[in-house]
C-alpha cells in the first residue's frame, strides 16, 4: 500500500510534527466548543453546548405528527404537565382526612404562585398555569341542594374541619365522572393535582420548589411527582451521570486490560491517547456545528473509545510479538504497518460504514448519532496510522525494556506467572480451537446451522415495543412514580384523539340553494313576508359570498337593520325571528352539539374502555352528560345526553356559568366542529398504544362517525408510536444498505465474491444469533437494540477481515489449509482474541449508567463484539476446510468461473445497494423499483460475461490459474 | 311600546380620557375641584353605573374573543328594577336577563334578585326552554363567569360598596383612581382592585384587579359612554382576563330608563313566559 507506506513513513521521519499536529487540532476544535459554552454570548458566531431530552425530537420538527401535535395542542390549550400524587395508605380515609386535604390545600394554593418572569424577558411569566390547575380546591362541583336547587361551588372551598366534611368532599368528587380516577383515586387513598406548565422546560425548576414544599408539610403521606416533562428533565441529568461515569469507566477497564495484556505503561498509553483525542475532536465537532446533545448522541463517546483504541490494539500486538529486544523499532513498525494496513483501512471503513448508514434512518438524532460516529471513527483511524508509528520512535529506549512476548520467561515474579499463565492459556486454547475446527469442520457447521434454526425461531417471537419511561431504571423514583400513580388512577400516559368534521360540508351554491328552500318552508309557519325577502336576498348573494359563512353574515346584517326600521311591534318580532332563524342555520355547523353525535362519541369511549389498556377517556360528552343529570335530579339515571341539540347548547352555557368555562374549550373548540377525547393510558408501551389505535380504527370501520368526522391521534404517547415505526422500517432499511456496501467492499478487498461472502458470515451469524436472543428472552426490540445492528455490523466484520487478510498472506507461503492453519491460530487469531475481550468489556461500564438504554447497548454490544469473535475463530476456518478448493483455485477454469460468479453477484449487490438508497430518499415504490433492479442486473450480468471473454482477460486468468497449481 | 328620545352625548371616552390614565399626574389644585370624600365617589360611581332611573332595559350583544382570536356571540335582554321608590337610594335590585342568541339557547331566562346587605348572597334562578327547567341556583357566587364571558355576575348587576373598604389613592386632571379591598379577602378571588373613576361623570372608566401577588390579571374598560335620557350611560366596554387571554366586548343597544316594568316580571312565573312587550 503506498498511501499506507508514506503515512507512515511521514510519521516516522517527522514524529514531532505528527504530535504537535495532532495536539493542537484537537485543542483548537475543544476551544471552539468550549469557549461559547462557559462564556455564553461572548462569541455569538459559535454554537454552544445544547442538551436536548425531547422524545419529540426523535423527529423532525415538520413531522406531520409533530406539526399536528402542536396544532391541536395550541387549540385546545393544552399543556405538558407536572402531576404530583399524594397517597396516604394508613388513614382508614386514605387521603381523605383534614390532615392530608389540609396539605393538599396548601400545596395546592404554593402551586398557584409558582410564577416568575422569564429571564431576560420582564412582563412575561413562566410556571404554572393557575387557571388550568386541576386540584380539589380548584375544580368545581354541581349539586342538587334542596329541591328545585341546584349549587355550584368548589369541590374543596377550604381545607374541611372534619373528617366527615373530609368524606363529604370524597363523596362529592366521586360523582364527578372527569375527577373520579383522575383527581382522586377510587379506593380515596390517593388524590393528584396537575400542574399545567407555560413550557416544558420548566418542570424540573418546578418540581423542586414542590419537593421543598413538601419537605416543609411534614406528614406521613406519600408523595409522586411525575410527569413527562419532569421525566425528561430527569433524563438529561441522568444522561450526563452516564457521560460522566461510564465514558471514563470504559477508558479505565480497556487500561487495565492493556495493561495485562502488554504489561508496558508507556506503551499502552498511546491507544488511549488515540482514543481521547478521537472523543474530544468528534464531540467538539458535535457541538460546533450545532447539533444538540440528545440521548443517541451522548452515547457517542462511549462508542467511540473501544473502536478508537481497537486498531491500536492491533498494531500493538503485532509490535508485541514482532519486537525483540534492542531490535531496531523504525524496521518493526515498518513491518507491522506494512501487514496491517489494510486491514485496518477496511476495517475502519466497514465500521465507518456501518454508523453512517444510520444516516439513512429517517430519525434525526440516529442520523446524528451515526455520522459522528463515523467520523470518530476515521479520526481514530487517522491518528492511529501515524501517531502510533510516532509515538513508539519518540519513546526512550529505556521505555521499551522488556517489551515483547519473550517464549522463555525466566524472573518469576507472582503476578508476572499468572499473566504468562494466562497469555500461555490463551495460546493453547487458540491453538486446540484451530485443531477442532480443522477435524471437526462438520460438527462446527452443523451446529452453526443449529444455532441459526434456532436464531430465526426466536427472531420470529420479536416484539416491537418501547416505552420512554421504561428508559429509567425499576428504582428509579420516576418509575416508583409511575408505578404507584398507575395503580391509583385511571392511568398516567395521556393521549388524545381529535375528531374532526372535514372543512367545507356543502359549497356556498349548495348552502344557498338548501338555505332558500328552509326559508321557504319556515315563512309558511310565520311571518312570510319577511321570510320572502330574506329568500330574495339569499338568491341575490348567492353567487357574491366566499363560504356559507359570508351569507348568513350579511344576511343577519340586513336583518338586523331592517329590524332597527321595524315600525310595529309584529314587524320587529317578525324580524326578530328571522335573525333567530339565520343563527340557527349558523349553528347548523356545530355538529358537536348535535345529541346523536354526542351519543357516536360516546360510543366510541365505551369501546375504548373495553380496549383495557384505556383506563378512562374524558369528553366534552362528560361534561355534558355530568351537567345535565346535576341540572335534572342528580341521580345517575339521568347520566346521559339530552335528546336535542338545544337541550345539549342550554346545558353547556349553563357550565360556562362557572368559574372554569375554559374548561370547555379542551374538549371542544367554540366552533363545534373539534372534539378532542382525552385518554388515560395504563400504560406507556408503544404496542399498547399501537392496540389502542388499531382498536378505534375498527371500531370506526364497521360504525363510523356521523356527519363525515375524520379521526386522527396526537399526544406524546402516540407521538412515540409513530417514530418507533419509523425506526423499525428505517433500521431495517439502514442495515440492508450497509449490509450490501459492506459486502460489495468486501468482494473488493478480496477481488472475489467468495471471500466477500465469507466475510460476512461471522457478522450475519452474530447478529442472527443476538436478535434470536432477544426475542426468545421476551426483550423488547426497542430503540437502542434496533440501532445494534448497524453498529454490529461495522464491529464484527473487523474480525473476519483480520482473520481472512492474515489467511490469504498465510496460505500461499504455507500451500494448504492444512499446514496453514496452525500459524493462522498464532499470532493472528491471539490478536482477534486480545481484541475481543479488549473492546467487548469495554463497553460493559454502560451497565453502570442509570438508564435503561445504556445498560441494553453495553451488554448487547459486549456480546455482539464476543460472539463474532466466537463466530470467526470457530467458522471460518471449518470453511476453509470444506471450501478451500474454491477459496485458493488451482486451475484456470475454476477461476475463471469464480471471477465471472464474483462479477455477477457484485453486480446484483450494486444494484441492491443503489435501489435501497434510491427507496430511502425518494420513497419509491419496492414493485416499480424490483422492475428497474432486475434489468439492471440482466445488463451488467451480460456485461460481465462479455468482459471475462476478453482474451486478455483469459490470458491472465490463465496465467493466474497456472501460478497457483 | 314608546320610543323615547334620546339625547347623546358621547363623552369621547376614546379620544380624551383614556390616553391620559397613564400620563404623569401634575399636583390637582385643589382650591378649583375640591376632592369629595372617599365615601362619596364610591357611592356616586355606584349609582352612575347600575342605579341609572328606577328601572331600565338594555339590550345586550357579547362578543367573547379568545386568546387565539376565535371569537363567539350572545345577544341577550336586561331588564332592571331598583327595590326602592327612593330615586337616591341604591339598595337592592332585580334583573330579568332574557337570551336572544344564539339560537339554542333563545329563550333563556335568568332571574337575579340582588342584595347590596354585606354577604348576603343574591338569589338566582335559571330556565333552561329545551329540558324544561326552572332552578333556583343556591348560594349563587356572584364571582363566576358570566355566560362564558369574562364578566362575571357582579360586574354585569355591581358589587355592594359594603363589600371593600376604599380608598383614594390619588387624584389626576381627569380622575379619582380609588383602591379597594375585599373585607372578607376568602370570598373573593382578587386581592384588591383600583378603580378610575372619572371626575365630572363619576363613570368607572377603568377598573383593574390585582391578585395576591400583586400581579394584574383581569381589566374592565369604558369603550363608549353616551348620555341617554339624560343618564350618561356606557354603552360598549370591555373585559380582559389577563390569565386566559380572553376578552369580552359588551355593547348596549336600545337602552331606555324609566320605563315602568311592573315587579311581577322578575317572578318565578314569568321565566316560562317571557314579558315579551317590555323585552322589545
Known amino acids: 500500500m503506498k498511501i499506507g507506506d508514506a503515512m507512515v513513513g511521514f510519521a516516522l521521519r517527522r514524529p514531532k510534527t505528527v504530535v504537535w499536529s495532532m495536539a493542537g487540532s484537537t485543542l483548537i476544535l475543544l476551544l471552539l466548543a468550549l469557549l461559547p459554552t462557559l462564556w455564553p454570548g461572548t462569541f455569538p458566531f459559535l454554537h454552544s453546548l445544547r442538551v436536548d431530552t425531547d422524545p419529540e425530537n426523535m423527529l423532525p420538527a415538520d413531522e406531520p405528527v409533530r406539526v399536528f401535535h402542536n396544532r391541536m395542542k395550541g387549540e385546545m390549550a393544552l399543556h405538558e404537565m407536572v402531576v404530583l400524587g399524594v397517597v396516604n395508605r394508613d388513614d382508614p380515609d386514605g387521603v381523605f382526612n383534614p390532615e392530608t386535604l389540609g396539605r393538599v390545600f396548601e400545596l395546592t394554593e404554593f402551586a398557584r404562585g409558582l410564577r416568575w418572569e422569564r429571564s431576560g424577558r420582564p412582563a412575561e411569566y413562566e410556571g404554572v398555569i393557575e387557571v388550568d390547575l386541576i386540584a380539589p380546591s380548584t375544580v368545581e362541583r354541581i349539586e342538587q341542594a334542596g329541591p328545585g336547587t341546584v349549587s355550584f361551588k368548589w369541590l374543596m372551598e377550604e381545607p374541611p374541619a372534619t373528617r366527615e366534611a373530609a368524606r363529604e368532599i370524597r363523596a362529592a368528587a366521586a360523582r364527578i365522572p372527569f375527577l373520579q380516577g383522575t383527581l382522586l383515586s377510587e379506593n380515596g387513598r390517593a388524590v393528584a393535582i396537575y400542574l399545567p406548565l407555560t413550557s416544558k422546560d420548566i418542570s424540573y425548576r418546578v418540581a423542586e420548589r414542590l419537593r421543598e414544599k413538601i419537605r416543609e408539610l411534614g406528614g406521613d403521606e406519600e408523595y409522586h411527582i411525575t410527569g413527562l416533562p419532569v421525566a425528561q428533565d430527569t433524563f438529561g441529568v441522568e444522561m450526563f451521570k452516564q457521560m460522566a461515569i461510564a465514558a471514563p469507566a470504559a477508558m479505565l477497564i480497556i487500561f487495565l486490560l492493556l495493561l495485562f495484556f502488554f504489561r508496558k505503561l508507556t506503551m499502552i498509553v498511546s491507544p488511549l491517547i488515540v482514543a481521547l483525542v478521537a472523543v474530544i475532536a468528534t464531540m467538539s465537532l458535535l457541538v460546533i456545528t450545532g447539533r444538540t446533545v440528545h440521548i443517541m448522541s451522548s452515547m457517542i463517546p462511549i462508542f467511540i473509545m473501544p473502536i478508537a483504541v481497537l486498531d491500536a490494539v492491533h498494531i500493538l500486538s503485532d509490535f508485541f510479538d514482532r519486537y525483540r529486544g534492542n531490535a531496531d523499532r523504525e524496521k518493526t513498525v515498518r513491518e507491522v504497518m506494512a501487514t496491517l494496513f489494510t486491514p485496518m483501512l477496511y476495517t475502519s471503513l466497514t465500521t465507518t460504514v456501518g454508523f453512517a448508514s444510520l444516516a439513512l434512518a429517517p430519525i434525526p438524532p440516529v442520523q446524528v448519532f451515526g455520522l459522528y460516529i463515523a467520523l470518530g471513527v476515521l479520526i481514530a483511524w487517522l491518528w492511529t496510522i501515524i501517531f502510533i508509528p510516532a509515538y513508539i520512535v519518540l519513546l526512550p529506549a529505556a521505555a521499551l525494556e522488556n517489551f515483547g512476548r519473550r517464549r522463555k520467561e525466566k524472573r518469576v515474579s507472582a503476578g508476572r506467572l499468572r499473566r504468562s499463565l494466562s497469555a500461555f492459556s490463551l495460546v493453547r486454547f487458540l491453538a486446540a480451537a484451530g485443531r477442532f475446527t480443522y477435524r471437526r469442520s462438520g460438527i462446527v457447521l452443523l451446529l452453526v446451522g443449529l444455532a441459526l434454526a434456532g436464531a430465526a425461531w426466536g427472531i420470529s417471537r420479536i416484539v416491537i415495543n418501547d416505552n420512554p419511561t421504561k428508559w429509567f431504571s425499576p428504582s428509579h423514583p420516576i418509575r416508583v412514580a409511575d408505578r404507584v400513580l398507575n395503580e391509583h388512577f385511571a392511568g398516567t400516559y395521556p393521549a388524545y384523539l381529535a375528531l374532526t368534521v372535514p372543512e367545507a360540508e356543502e359549497d356556498t351554491e349548495t348552502f344557498a340553494a338548501g338555505l332558500s328552500a328552509r326559508l321557504e318552508e319556515r315563512g309558511k309557519e310565520t311571518a312570510p313576508e319577511v321570510f320572502a325577502r330574506l329568500r330574495d336576498r339569499v338568491d341575490r348573494w348567492a353567487g357574491e359570498a366566499a363560504d356559507p359563512g359570508e351569507l348568513l353574515d350579511r344576511l343577519s346584517g340586513y336583518a338586523e337593520e331592517e329590524a332597527g326600521r321595524a315600525a310595529t311591534f309584529t314587524e320587529m318580532e317578525d324580524w326578530d325571528e328571522a335573525l333567530l332563524f339565520i343563527d340557527r342555520e349558523r349553528q347548523r355547523g356545530e355538529v358537536f352539539k348535535r345529541p346523536e353525535v354526542l351519543s357516536a362519541v360516546e360510543r366510541l369511549q365505551e369501546r375504548l374502555e373495553e380496549t383495557g389498556v384505556v383506563g378512562k377517556s374524558s369528553g366534552v360528552t362528560d361534561i355534558v352528560k355530568t351537567v345535565y343529570r346535576d341540572l335534572i335530579s342528580g341521580a345517575d339515571r339521568d347520566l346521559v345526553i339530552p335528546d336535542t341539540g338545544d337541550a345539549v347548547g342550554q346545558t353547556l352555557i349553563t357550565f360556562q356559568n362557572s368559574r372554569r368555562p375554559h374548561d370547555l374549550w379542551h374538549f371542544v373548540t367554540p366552533d363545534y366542529r373539534t372534539a378532542v377525547l382525552w385518554l388515560q393510558l395504563k400504560s406507556g408501551d408503544n404496542r399498547d398504544m399501537e392496540a389502542v389505535v388499531q382498536a378505534v380504527d375498527e371500531y370506526l370501520e364497521d360504525s363510523p362517525l356521523p356527519a363525515g368526522i375524520g379521526h386522527r391521534w396526537f399526544g406524546l404517547t402516540y407521538i412515540n408510536v409513530v417514530w418507533q415505526k419509523k425506526m423499525v422500517a428505517g433500521m431495517l432499511q439502514a442495515f440492508l444498505g450497509s449490509f450490501l456496501i459492506v459486502f460489495l467492499m468486501m468482494t473488493l478487498l478480496y477481488r472475489s465474491a467468495l471471500w466477500g461472502m465469507l466475510a460476512m458470515i461471522p457478522l450475519t451469524v452474530t447478529i442472527a444469533l443476538i436478535y434470536g436472543m432477544i426475542g426468545l428472552l421476551g426483550k423488547d426490540y426497542d430503540m437502542p437494540v434496533a440501532v445494534l445492528s448497524s453498529l454490529s455490523l461495522g464491529l464484527a466484520v473487523d474480525y473476519a477481515i483480520h482473520f481472512l487478510s492474515r489467511t490469504r498472506e498465510i496460505y500461499p507461503g504455507a500451500g494448504s489449509w492444512k499446514a496453514a492453519f496452525p500459524v493462522v491460530f498464532g499470532e493472528p487469531a491471539r490478536a482477534i482474541s486480545r481484541n475481543v475481550i479488549v473492546v467487548g468489556l469495554g463497553f460493559l461500564p454502560l451497565v453502570l449508567a442509570p438508564l435503561v438504554p445504556y445498560q441494553t447497548v453495553g451488554i448487547f454490544i459486549a456480546s455482539i463484539l464476543i460472539a463474532a469473535g466466537v463466530a470467526t475463530i470457530f467458522i471460518l476456518p471449518a470453511l476453509f476446510k470444506v471450501l478451500e478448493k474454491f477459496l485458493f483455485p488451482r486451475t484456470a477454469h475454476r477461476a475463471l468461473i469464480c471471477r465471472r460468479g464474483t462479477c455477477l453477484v457484485s453486480a446484483a449487490a450494486l444494484v441492491a445497494v443503489v435501489a435501497v438508497n434510491l427507496k430511502q430518499f425518494f420513497a419509491i415504490g419496492w414493485t416499480s423499483l424490483s422492475w428497474w433492479s432486475l434489468g439492471a442486473v440482466i445488463v451488467l450480468a451480460g456485461a460481465c460475461f462479455l468482459s471475462s471473454r476478453r482474451d486478455r482477460c483469459r490470458a491472465w486468468m490463465g496465467r493466474r490459474g497456472e501460478d497457483k497449481s | ?280
Open chain 2, 1 to 280: 311600546m314608546k320610543k323615547l328620545p334620546t339625547s347623546v352625548l358621547v363623552l369621547g371616552l376614546m379620544a380624551s380620557f383614556l390616553p391620559s390614565l397613564g400620563r404623569a399626574e401634575e399636583p390637582v389644585d385643589e382650591q378649583a375641584t375640591p376632592v369629595p370624600p372617599v365615601a362619596e365617589i364610591v357611592d356616586r360611581a355606584n349609582r352612575v353605573a347600575y342605579y341609572q332611573g328606577k328601572d331600565g332595559r338594555a339590550q345586550v350583544a357579547m362578543e367573547i374573543t379568545d386568546s387565539q382570536g376565535r371569537s363567539r356571540s350572545r345577544v341577550l335582554v336586561i331588564l332592571r328594577k331598583d327595590d326602592s321608590e327612593d330615586p337616591e337610594a341604591a339598595g337592592d335590585q332585580k334583573f330579568y336577563v332574557y337570551f336572544l342568541r344564539p339560537a339554542d339557547v333563545n329563550k333563556m331566562v335568568f332571574l337575579v334578585w340582588k342584595y347590596v346587605e354585606r354577604g348576603k348572597d343574591d338569589d338566582r334562578w335559571l330556565y333552561l326552554p329545551a329540558l324544561d327547567l326552572v332552578k333556583r341556583i343556591a348560594g349563587a357566587e356572584k364571582r363566576t363567569s358570566f355566560v362564558g364571558s369574562d364578566f362575571f355576575y357582579e360586574d354585569v348587576s355591581g358589587r355592594g360598596i359594603e363589600e371593600d373598604t376604599h380608598e383614594l389613592e390619588r387624584t389626576t386632571d381627569d380622575y379619582y383612581v380609588v383602591k379597594s379591598t375585599p373585607r372578607d379577602p376568602g370570598a373573593v378571588e382578587f386581592a384588591y382592585y383600583t378603580n378610575w373613576i372619572h371626575r365630572e361623570s363619576f363613570i368607572p372608566v377603568r377598573t383593574e384587579y390585582f391578585d395576591k401577588n400583586g400581579e394584574k390579571y383581569r381589566e374592565y374598560t369604558a369603550l363608549g359612554v353616551e348620555t341617554i335620557e339624560g343618564y350618561p350611560t356606557v354603552t360598549r366596554s370591555s373585559m380582559k382576563s389577563l390569565k386566559t387571554g380572553s376578552k369580552t366586548v359588551m355593547s348596549y343597544t336600545k337602552v331606555a330608563y324609566d320605563i315602568g316594568l311592573p315587579d311581577g316580571i322578575f317572578t318565578e312565573r314569568y321565566l316560562r313566559n317571557p314579558p315579551r312587550e317590555y323585552l322589545r
